[in-house]
Structure formats: C-alpha cells, structure tokens
C-alpha cells in the first residue's frame, strides 16, 4: 500500500492538522457575529473616553473578517496579518491589536504555525479557532476603571498579606504545591 502525503492546498502553505479545521456554517457565524456585536454594546460606556467597548470597531471588522473571508481550501481559518490588513483597510498594527482583543474576551485561539528551517522553529502563520459564545468571557471584571481607582493601599487592606517568597526570583514550586497554594488563596 502506497502511502500518501497530504499536500498543501495553496502554493506556499503548511498542512493542517486536524484539529486545526473547523467547519462552522451560515448560522453558527451569523450567531457569533450577532454575541460579538452584543457583548460590544454591553462594555461600551458613554463619557468613558473610550472609541467603543471590549472590542471596538476594528474588533468586529477583523472578526468579520476572519469568519467571512479567512477560510483557506484546507478547511483552516488561517488568513495571514497582511491578507487581513488587506480586506479590513486597517494597519498590521491594528488588526493584530484587534486580534488581541477578541483572544482576550475568549471568541477565538490563536495557534501559531510554522516550520523548522536551518534548525529553528520560523512562525509562518497561525490559524484561528472560535469558540461557542456560551464559553466567552464576559467583560474585564474592573470594567472602566483607572488602575489607580483599582489600587488599593496597604493599610487598608483587611486581610493579612501572605509572603510568598522573598528576593527578586520566585523559587521552583512543584504543581501540586502551587495547585494548593492557588487552592488557599482563591484564585
């Protein structure tokens, strides 16, 4: 039995693996569009200083984007910065600051692909994933506070400190010491 080698679908272009591809169809985009426009008018605040919410203008345009005209014939978002920067009509810069913003609110992974060349790991592109909008987070839990209104002096501060280490480097903690550790102080 002869085995075969998947070859790319573009000139240029890396394999995809599997879980790499994600097949969402008309209404699973059209429902992401609509929770990304939501949770935008949800986390903008009038007189906040701010040109929009979690996500702002460019969020959804790069996000529109991606789910619209990022598929690739192998079945994988994977659109580079400049083919995105191409059809949003916005900077590298911005896309990629865009792009931020919806990893950090949770809509989409980024997995960044690459190959090895003369003994190094080169980033090529990444591929996105999206993420069902019941597993998104909500907005940031300070909302539009400044970090000095979120600051909070030591003498007022009710609980007693805990030490963790002393000195400029923390020490090695195994997993379950740390898992414990986290445990205790709630995060």
């Known amino acids: 039995m002869p085995i075969h080698h998947r070859r790319p ?7 995809v693996a599997a879980w790499q591809r994600q097949q969402l169809g008309r ?7 609509t929770q ?4 935008e008018r949800a986390t903008y605040r009038r007189g906040s200083g701010r040109h929009g919410g979690a ?4 969020g959804l345009r790069v996000l ?3 789910l619209n005209r990022g598929w690739g014939r192998a079945g994988a978002c994977d659109p580079s910065l400049a083919q995105i920067a191409q059809e949003t009509l916005l900077a590298r810069s911005t896309v990629q600051q865009a792009i931020d913003r919806l990893e950090e609110a949770g809509i989409l992974q980024r997995i960044p692909r690459g190959a ?3 003994g190094r790991w080169v980033q090529v592109t990444n591929a996105y994933l999206f993420r069902a909008p019941e597993s998104w987070r909500g907005a940031s839990d300070t909302g539009f506070r400044s970090a000095s209104d979120s600051y909070v002096e030591p003498e007022e501060r009710h609980e007693e400190a805990v030490v963790l280490w002393e000195g400029s480097v923390p020490p090695l903690i195994a997993p379950e010491k740390l898992r414990e550790l986290e445990r205790r102080l709630g995060w």
């Open 116 to 118: 090895v060349a003369s």
């Open 55 to 58: 996500l702002r203008e460019t």
């Open 9 to 15: 679908a573009r000139a240029g272009c890396h394999p």
């Open 36 to 39: 990304a426009r939501c949770l």
């Open 27 to 33: 209404p699973a985009r059209r429902a992401i569009m």
């Open 64 to 66: 529109w984007t991606l």
